[in-house]
């Protein structure tokens, strides 16, 4: 092994170590820097201070690295850092959040992805990071399958072709059951979205020719055929997703509902600021909106217990007072 690196070598490793070792927060003068880099390498390449402080005359002078150069108030010694970073600190948490509250994903894979996201920033920022994190393994031992699956499907959203696969659930014995009989299931796939913690592939059923929408991790024996589809320009995910409740299928029709005043937020919250309502009086306010009539919706609105009163349809009524009627029955 030569004991002597070319420029570009010690270019590449020099920016290494500002983007490992530097940021908004910590600076190093080129003393330090040298010191890090022999001890980095067990002074087997001998860096010098020259050679070193040209370097970084380098990236001062170039747009290849935003290298920041302060000095104190003698002029002497100069202080680098790098600091423009792709991602800024919250911009992390948020992704490393993202990935902890994710169901599908299992507790090993969460600790792995995390240590990657750190290493998008400073070990100093990536610190701040630390011990802010409760990871909860939700995910069962066949979910390290399905990030595989969900690269296939965004390929077959992407080239626009047909897949099949197979679907199931679990019993009470925590058995995985396959759907129809082990029968293959044949999609068009539009869209991926993230529901609850959970991915849904969201697609066209030729054999039932309607829109349905699958939980990605019961999905099984996912196929990328060769057959080709066209899309529906018209489809709209926002709206769809908009109109389920907990994902469940079903009709849509129009709904109207009487709720108290204090549920308002809650009203926003589902269904955004635009949502269509009129106040009631004094204590209530009413909406009126397109959903799909569900065990979903319902199971929604009775969390709302006697705030929330179904004025229409008849259909999404009758089911509440059935409902209704069933808890009460139980608790008798």
Known sequence: MSNKLSSK???????????RYTDEENELTIKEIINIL????????????????????????SQVIDLIVNQDKNGLPKYYSYQNRLFEIQELRLLIDAVVSARFI?????????IKIKKLTSEHLASKLENQVFIQDNAHSESSKVKYTIYNLHNAINDQKIIQ?????????????LSRNKQFYYLHPYCLIWNNDYYYLIGWYPE????????????????????????????????YTKQLFNMYGGEEKWIEI??????????????????????EGDNDFILKTKAVISDGLVQWLLTCGANAFVLGPTELKKRMMEESQNLYNLYQ
Do not use: C, W
């Open 9 to 19: 070598e010690r270019v590449l490793i020099l920016k290494e170590l500002l983007e």
């Open 38 to 61: 022999n001890n980095q390498f067990n002074k087997v390449y001998g860096f010098n201070q020259k050679a070193v402080k040209e370097d970084l005359n380098t990236f001062e002078n």
């Open 106 to 114: 299992t507790k090993v894979e969460k600790e792995n992805i995390i």
């Open 165 to 177: 696969f197979q679907y199931g659930r679990y019993n009470v014995d925590k058995e995985f059951i």
């Open 208 to 239: 039932e020719k309607e829109l349905r929408h699958y939980r990605v991790d019961r999905m099984v024996n996912v196929k990328v055929t060769d057959k080709k589809f066209k899309k529906e320009n018209s489809f709209d995910p926002s709206k």
């Open 258 to 279: 009487k709720f108290k005043n204090n549920l308002i937020n809650v009203i926003i919250d589902r269904f955004g600021k635009e949502v269509p309502i009129t106040r």
